[in-house]
């Protein structure tokens, strides 16, 4: 186990590096910088800012530099917020995107497993045939047109929620759901699959043999080969919504990391970009270790190799 | 799965929702501000200098003051920080007289010096920003940040180490001199040295990276040597190694200029010491403290807008304590941030939420009839409509375009809805054929239907547009270019050559990605090829890329606009000067630029109109650029906010606005939305 983790972070340094380099060579391909703008500042100006930042030198230079900044732990000043660095960036947006996060999970599990085992049990019923048809909508449908819908329901018709906005709890829930919707029809789906495969087994013929419930059944043997396919899911899963819904918090003026996210990268904002994209690495690599891990725990038949 | 396994990763994930929860509800929203808007995008910085556009111009209004200000009705000149000031017959030099009452929120009085250190920290090229050009107005202002200085001239050297007791982030020390000689380095890959150039200015260049030069400077009767080093290489900073040869080279040349006298012995040569900066000495740029409460200035030219131009936002000061103490960004947070302003800076979360609360040192503080603003900056306008609906703010101003007709169908008595200095058009390359020929250009500005355009695709209630200075100006009548006229048009495009489009290239149309400039450029492609019988093809790139290929004049056609920056036909027609940065379009015309030029010197203002109108007739003949629409504001306002009024710069002080609380209470009780 130490071994395993140990060589993930090895890992995990490389994939750092590569994600920096990749990154930042992509970034500085796309035309435009920082400070392009519709109006511009004499030639010598533009010089002097552009110096003051590095981009004059060429860009393998400007890399190093960034390279050997990282190194030392300096994310640098974001360009198009000046007044905050990328630490308080990230340090405003990821509690703020993490709150949501764990909300919008914590609808989608519940929600996603309830679906999910109800279909499984019922399944061929209209219970089945309506909630995967739900589902399947779920996953469909792009979370901007849920949070369209619920905006249109919730807060012009039937007022209840405010627009947008961060701050009161009441601001959280709409955009927990529209977050929340899409996970929760991927785990129902998941779920019943998972659930129709393990009925199958014969364990589970074996438990009904024994005379147990149709509740213990499924809850206490059927679930445990079932939640397989979920975990796997989630590791991924929890690492995005933790970073932020990109689409909702933008829609829901919700100053999150998706938020910061797509406004750095419009805005060619090289610093926080970068911050994010190697948050999010770190994020993600975490996330499916864990997941490793949690198969182990879970699954006596899965090594840690 | 075995059930402690399963209880572990349940609990767990309980307890994170509810932690989470609890630091959700934790966070108490502050109380509602008296007056809340939506800012359309996180500003760079509350720092003045750093300034960009519109959404730092509110804020920046709302906590800084400058010498003057704008009226919030027509946004005439009024007395700000300055409360009289006298202009010279020539109209070069302005006195400015700084009313004694003037305070900065920690209490210690607004100085003439304050401004001085702002102004030149502006112009320093260390700390140049976007709207350092506004102080190149001021005699050798342009000089100071471009480094345009040779031997003979005075000059100031910052060194990296700080005069002592000087605040952590204060100004290094200071030397004051003489240039005897200007030393370039060779260039990189020749191991030769240059001959020493001793009248070129440095040229800053973005590709070949050389040495610094150093420069030959004579203080108090001692002669020194200087080279520029930045702050980071400063420890691995170690003497060129073709110094020494060219600073004798130097000194045996200017010994010889200055005396004919063989005799007199060659001064030995000098150490080079590191510096920060070399600079032309500030005492040369046009901005005089005379006494605390007393500005002098003097310009490079008569500026008709200058008092005007004194009280735009990007010129207010900082306070030189505060700013030294804690440096950039430390100084621009709540807790270290003085202003001059009516209001002080009370919070901020980025991207959430800025507010802004009552100065009780402003000078005019007895009328400022708010006590606090909330500042959202909502990047979506979508977004920012359905709070404005919902009644969560007071104040859009912005929304969303698509959204406009609806609104205006509704006759909404709260969506102001009214002119702006603001022009749309395309740029036309005048570099490539076919678009080199005016006639061509020409051609295809009149055989474009603006009305269709404004009628059945903006629909927002626009104007269109034949002139690039936007009408609503008193004393300025623009230059109109000929109106929509397809059968001239063919004309026109005959006899450059290619009747009925015969032979003529397809042009590509650039604009950035965006729903109303799609359907635009549409519109346009459909009617050129109905009236001209030529093909377009569109392209719609994203917001940088589009900009960097209009720069960088890598199209046909390009959609353009301009925001004025100052109620002046100047702040439109200066940009199509030949090589101007925004020209973008490769037109060039010497007249024009003369006329311009004149401009500049003309002091008697109805003759200088008369001067710009002209220059405009020739823009309008010769169209690099063809105009489209004037655009239209599109605030939304609360009825019960008073104090707010429809600007052509749709720019608005925040110090005259106030609530009436009975109005406001009024629309609470009947739902508080809508």
Sequence with gaps: MIWFLLRRLLWMIGTLWAVFTVTFFLMHAVPGGPFSSERQPPIGIKRAIEARYNLDLPVWQQYLLELEKYLHGDFGLSFKMGDFSVREVIAAGLPVSATLGVLALAFALTLGLTAGIVSAVRRGGLLDFSLMSLATIGIAVPNFVVAGLLIILFVFIWPVFPAGGWGTPMQLVLPAVCLGATFAAEIARLVRTGMLDVLNQDYIRTAYAKGLMTRAVVLHHAMKGAILPVVSFLGPAVAGILTGSVVIEYVFAIPGLGYHFVQSATQRDYTVAMGLVMLYTVLLYTMNTVVDVAYTVLDPRVKLN | MNFRGRNWFVAALLLLLIAATAWALSNKPPQAADFTFVNNTEIRSIDPALALG??????????????????????????????????????????????????????????????????????????????????????????YTSKQFGPGDP????????????????????????????????????????????????????????????????????????????????????????????IKDALEKSSTADSKDKTDAIPPAPQIEPSKNVLLDFSEVGV??????????????????????????????????????????????????????????????????????????????????????????????????????????????????????ELLAQKRTDFKHTPEYTTDFYRLNCTRPPLDNKLVRQALAMALDKQQIVDAVVRGGEVIARSCVPPGLPGYESAMCSEYNPQRARELLAQAGYPNGKGFRKLELIYNTDELNQNIAEVMQAQWKENLGIDVGLQNMEWNAWLSASANMEYDVCRGGWIGDYL???????????????????????????????????????????????????????????????????????????????????????????????????????????
């Design chain 2, 54 to 143: 519109q959404p730092e111009g509110r804020v920046i209004m709302g906590l800084f003051e400058g010498l003057t200000n704008w009226d919030p009705k027509d946004l005439h000149t009024i007395p700000g920080v300055a409360e009289r000031w006298e202009i010279s017959p020539d109209q070069r030099t302005y006195t400015f007289h700084l009313r004694d009452n003037a305070k900065w929120s920690d209490g210690s009085p607004v100085v003439a010096g304050d401004f001085v250190w702002q102004w030149r920290h502006m112009l320093d090229p260390l700390y140049a920003t976007e709207y350092t050009y506004q102080h190149w107005y001021l005699e050798n202002g342009e000089r």
């Design chain 2, 155 to 246: 000059v100031e050297i910052e060194l990296h180490q700080r005069p002592d007791g000087a605040l952590p982030f204060a100004r290094g020390k200071v030397l004051h001199g003489k240039l005897i000689a200007f030393i370039a380095a060779p260039a990189p890959n020749s191991s030769a040295s240059l001959p020493p150039s001793e009248n070129a200015p440095p040229q800053p260049s973005a590709t070949d990276k050389k040495d610094e030069p150093i420069y030959l400077i004579e203080i108090g009767g001692h002669l020194r040597a200087f080279q520029t080093v930045v702050d980071r290489d400063l420890p691995k900073w170690s003497l060129p190694p073709w110094a020494a040869a060219a």
């Design chain 2, 288 to 405: 005089k403290e005379i006494d605390d409460h007393t500005l002098q200035i003097h310009l490079k030219a008569a500026t008709p807008y200058y008092l005007q131009l004194v009280g735009f936002y990007p010129l207010a000061p900082t306070n030189p304590r505060c700013v030294e103490t804690y440096g950039y960004p430390g100084w621009t947070k709540p807790e270290h941030a003085v202003t001059n302003g009516p209001f002080k800076l009370d919070s901020r979360v980025v991207r959430s939420r800025l507010r802004m609360v009552k100065n009780d040192q402003y000078w005019n503080a007895a009328n400022v009839r708010l006590n606090s603003i909330d500042v959202f900056p909502i990047e979506s306008s979508a977004t920012a409509l359905n709070m404005y609906l919902n009644g969560e703010v007071d104040w859009i101003p912005l929304a969303p375009n698509t959204a406009v007709p």
């Design chain 2, 568 to 674: 002046d036909p100047n702040t439109f027609l200066d940009m199509f000067v030949t090589d101007g940065g925004n020209n973008q379009t490769g037109w060039s015309n010497k007249k024009y630029d003369q006329l311009i030029d004149d401009s500049r010197r003309e002091g008697d203002p109805a003759k200088r109109m008369k001067i710009l109108h002209d220059a405009e007739a020739i823009l309008m003949d010769e169209l690099p650029i063809v105009p489209i629409y004037y655009r239209v504001s599109r605030n939304m306002i609360r009825p019960y906010v008073h104090g707010f009024y429809p600007t052509l710069l749709d720019l608005h002080p925040l110090d005259t606005i106030w609530i009436d609380e009975a109005e406001k209470q009024q629309f609470k009780d009947h739902g508080g939305r809508g």
